[in-house]
């Protein structure tokens, strides 16, 4: 008996809660992003030893849009270094991943397989990722210390 699998079908209201999170996830961690360019450096670590430096750098400001670019620095020597662009939409109050590593412009479904060896709900998993790592860093991250 073949076993036929459901395509896969994008869970709009899923994406969009996960966009509207991150936006105010985002605001939390750099609210003046709309009115100047800004970077941020927040310490991950448990006790002295350190796991990583999360950089939120805005990278492009337009008067509805801001783009910012999520990086993580300082990770340990096994794992792999994070980077995200993230488009602000401020007037409809969401924020996206468009870009990550190498990629850009996801769309929301991939057949399976594929070339780049995207899962078919890439774009969800990005985004729901996203907000993962700023709940973490609100939870768990402190301000470094600016270097005059």
């Not at 209201?13 to 360019?37: D, T």
């Not at 109050?93 to 990550?100: F, H, L, P, T």
């Amino acid at each position: 008996m073949k076993v036929v699998r459901e395509r896969y079908r994008v869970d709009l209201l899923e994406l969009q809660a996960a966009c509207e999170a991150n936006y105010a996830l985002l605001m939390r961690l750099l609210p003046g992003m709309r009115e100047r360019s800004d970077l941020r450096r927040i310490a991950l670590s448990q006790g002295d030893r350190l796991f990583g430096v999360l950089l939120l750098e805005v990278i492009e400001s337009c008067p509805y849009t801001t783009t910012v670019q999520v990086r993580q620095e300082h990770c340990m020597p096994w794992l792999p270094v994070p980077r995200m662009d993230v488009r602000v939409y401020h007037d409809a109050r969401m924020a996206e991943v468009v870009a990550a590593e190498n990629a850009r412009r996801f769309r929301g479904i991939y057949s399976y397989p594929n070339a780049r060896m995207h899962q078919p709900d890439e774009k969800s998993q990005l985004n729901l990722f996203l907000g993962e790592w700023l709940r973490h860093c609100l939870a768990c991250g402190h301000e470094v210390e600016p270097v005059f």
